[in-house]
T-cell receptor
Framework: KNQVEQSPQSLIILEGKNCTLQCNYTVSPFSNLRWYKQDTGRGPVSLTIMTFSENTKSNGRYTATLDADTKQSSLHITASQLSDSASYICVVSGSPYSGGGADGLTFGKGTHLIIQP | EAGVAQSPRYKIIEKRQSVAFWCNPISGHATLYWYQQILGQGPKLLIQFQNNGVVDDSQLPKDRFSAERLKGVDSTLKIQPAKLEDSAVYLC????????????FGEGSRLTVL
């Protein structure tokens, strides 16, 4: 059964600090891995999409890494800001099609991040 | 570029009543998805459309949920009759036809069933 496990479930850090969120998956076949940010009461917004051949991808202060051998990914947030308070969802595409598309997605439950001033 | 539009944003109904949600995807996106997100969990796919055809509705509770996309653009998700466990946020998303298929979500429709 395809699964995506995220840790920690929740995290509280002080503004300006860095943090790393973890994602382990057992999805096969693997096409791509995505990280989404979901603010409270809003829809998820894409941060990064990584295919099998990509080890790291950055989007501003967000840097995602992927180890396809160990089936692990991480999302590192640098110099956190109050606006980073949100849920971060790891999503893996198991679509057999080249590039994956948005089909066959398995969602994690998310990590709830709170940035304190 | 306009995003995915959904309405209503909030709906409160009593169990056994019916409710309908509307979604307008990003222009040019042929693929449209409806997800159910229960508090504290990740979204769960209910149904996927490609133009006006259904690609995947394996997790749609068909005894009470229905969805249509008649002209291949707007879509409606209906629940009839609603149960307490249907309380959730219903997210509509559309997919870009290029590359890895980036998924764009609407703001969601929050349903509370009393």
């Amino acid at each position: 059964k395809n699964q995506v496990e995220q840790s920690p479930q929740s995290l509280i850090i002080l503004e300006g600090k860095n943090c790393t969120l973890q994602c382990n998956y057992t999805v096969s076949p693997f096409s791509n891995l995505r990280w989404y940010k979901q603010d409270t009461g809003r829809g998820p917004v894409s941060l990064t999409i990584m295919t099998f051949s990509e080890n790291t991808k950055s989007n501003g202060r967000y840097t995602a890494t992927l180890d396809a051998d160990t089936k692990q990914s991480s999302l590192h947030i640098t110099a956190s800001q109050l606006s980073d308070s949100a849920s971060y969802i790891c999503v893996v595409s198991g679509s057999p099609y080249s590039g994956g598309g948005a089909d066959g997605l398995t969602f994690g439950k998310g990590t709830h991040l709170i940035i304190q001033p | 570029e306009a995003g995915v539009a959904q309405s209503p944003r909030y709906k409160i109904i009593e169990k056994r009543q019916s409710v309908a949600f509307w979604c307008n995807p990003i222009s040019g996106h042929a693929t449209l998805y409806w997800y159910q997100q229960i508090l504290g969990q990740g979204p769960k796919l209910l149904i996927q459309f490609q133009n006006n055809g259904v690609v995947d509705d394996s997790q749609l509770p068909k005894d009470r949920f229905s969805a249509e996309r008649l002209k291949g653009v707007d879509s409606t998700l209906k629940i009839q009759p609603a149960k307490l466990e249907d309380s959730a946020v219903y997210l509509c998303a559309s997919s870009s036809p290029r590359g890895a298929g980036e998924l764009f979500f609407g703001e969601g429709s929050r349903l509370t069933v009393l």
